[in-house]
């Protein structure tokens, strides 16, 4: 009853005063990949009043879309426009260089802000718990997509690519695809893109030949995407490798794809490069897709100690019926392929902070609708008032820059209901200090904040950069060169 | 059958003369609308197609597009709410709108398959979508009505579970 009370009051509260313009809502948005700023996007049309601040570990804005999309999709990236109009609104601002975690911490965000939206992604990786993971050769598909990308944190990654023919890829997905595209494609159409100068330089030594694309299960469970499909199939030079055996359909198969386009059209794709006559070895390059094969160990180099030289695979067969539920079980059949590079695509996984409900299961945080909930029990009304998530961070590493925007406007459509319903402390019932006052702790602390003006700065020095090279840009890729150019 | 192009014939006198009334009088919308048709057939005028878009709440928006230009382009030089990432070079599918009359639907060109591959990814996929940057304005689509999807309800439904690898 007296919770009731409460709330009433604190209804009547915020729907009297929401619109109190001296005590705006004060809004921080924790990332600034498209997760990040569509909210901040939705957040400015929603709450005319609101301010919102975004900010980011790193001293540019704009997330995956600047280090994970691949270099040869600029038009992929083209939504940066719409984005660093965002960044410009009046009540707006970016804010990188800030570090949720270490420069401040989740609590004092809190504090700080009547709205906090986590959107910051997911920066680790899953792993596969087999032995010889640890070798050397062995990456994450995530570090090699940021070495080629430029991020700071990829630069020293450097991934030999010299002294084998061959790399294994594990997983079929998109991410996959891409990390595949850049070890076959001809450097020469790399080099007008804005992939790391280094990278290029290490892609245009490599001898590497071979790549596998190795999947637990079949062509008609491959977790790619058409779009991504078609342009590996497209690559010049490349003599692409499908035994057509696999790609017989099972009735539990057709069922699957009957009920999803993705996977059917995936699959014709497959289909009709597996029936393509083969040029006989006259390529340089060959792609190799190679289906139900799940990874049991990794083996190491006799001349090169504690170095990778190929992968142990137990053949598999699907089990299990109904879309999308077919695993794939262990023959107890083996089979090796030689490699001195493997690439694990097999997910990326978000990373909790102090204060923060984790669903380590899913690998992300547990929310209704956006809404942080306390626990994981999934109990809807056991909510951290004012926290709310966003991005790979709510929903686990999946989907296009678009996904994001769905999710913004769900995440968004909760915080207003929540204002709305006086779930939420109104602005005018407590005036919070905000982007002051995170100023000035950041500034006590002695960190340096790369504004969206300093962003600007290092955007044209890179674009400077990249016009000599006939590239895009060239990306500023260490700490220093970065905090050099956002300086000047 | 004679009298059948006699009919069609009246009906064509009919809107001329009323298009005629149109340009005369200014921006009567509703007449305008009737006789645009032949108007823009006969190329003696760029005033455009009508085209109404229908939002998430299904409030409905009435415009009039050039010949040649986009729905994308159209829907931001009137405001409308239509999301384009990718300003049109088919990488986002965020512009996505679904085609309300099978009819219409069915004169314009097949989409490539490069449209279709970034349909695959749009949310509420229905028969009748087409992304807005692909669909081009042109006489015989006067009239059409295109309604862009409400995403969210959408993204509650799909839900996401995450894929085995
Ligand atoms: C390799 C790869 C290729 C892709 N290619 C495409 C493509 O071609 N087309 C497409 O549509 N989609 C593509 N995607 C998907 C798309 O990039 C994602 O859907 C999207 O970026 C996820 O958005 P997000 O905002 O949740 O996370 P992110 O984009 O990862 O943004 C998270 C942000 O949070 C910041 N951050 C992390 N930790 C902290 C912290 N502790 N404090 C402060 N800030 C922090 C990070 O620096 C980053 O800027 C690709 C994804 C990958 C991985
Ligand atoms: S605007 Fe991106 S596909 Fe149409």
Redesign the interface.
Known sequence: MQNVVILQARKWFSRSLSSFSSNPLKVCVVGSGPAGFYTAEKMLKAHQQAQVDIIDRLPTPFGLVRSGVAPD?P??K??I??FSRVAQHEQCSFLGNVTLGSSISLSELRKLYHVVVLAYGAESDRSLGIPGESLKGIYSAREFVWWYNGHPDGRNLDPDLKNTDAAVIL?Q?NVALDVARILLRPTAELATTDIANYALAALEESSIRKVYLV??RGPAQA?C???EL?EILGIRNVDISIQEVDLRLTPADEEELKSN??KR?VHELLSKAAAKPRTAGLNQRELHFVFFRKPDSFQESEDRTGHVSGVHFEKTVLKGDGP?KQ?AIGTGEFEDIKCGLVLKS??YKSVPVDGLPFDHK?GIVPNF?GRVLSDTSGDPTLLEEGLYVCGWLK????????TN???A??TV?SISEDIEKGMLISSAALPKPGREGLLQLLQDRDVRIVSFSDWEKIDSEEKRLGSSRNKPRQKLSTWDELHKAALE | MEDFVAFDFLLLEIDFIVTTFAIGKGNSPKIFDVGVWYFCLNGTSDSGISVTFVDKDGEEQHIRVPVGMSMLEAAHENDIEL?G???G??????CHVIVMDVEYYNKLEDPT??E???L????G?SETSRLGCQVIAKPELDGIRLAIPA??R???VDG??????
Do not use: W
């Open positions: 999709h038009e992929t083209i939504v426009n719409q997983g997905g999947g637990r977790a995407t058409a779009k078609r386009r993705i059209r999308g695993i097999i997910g899913k609708r929903r686990g590493p999946t989907g296009i820059v678009a925007l769905h999710c406007e769900e459509l | 999301e990432a990718c300003e070079s088919l990488a986002c599918s965020t398959d490069e279709n591959d970034m695959d990814l749009a949310f996929l995403a969210t959408n993204f509650a996401y579970v995450p894929k085995p690898h």
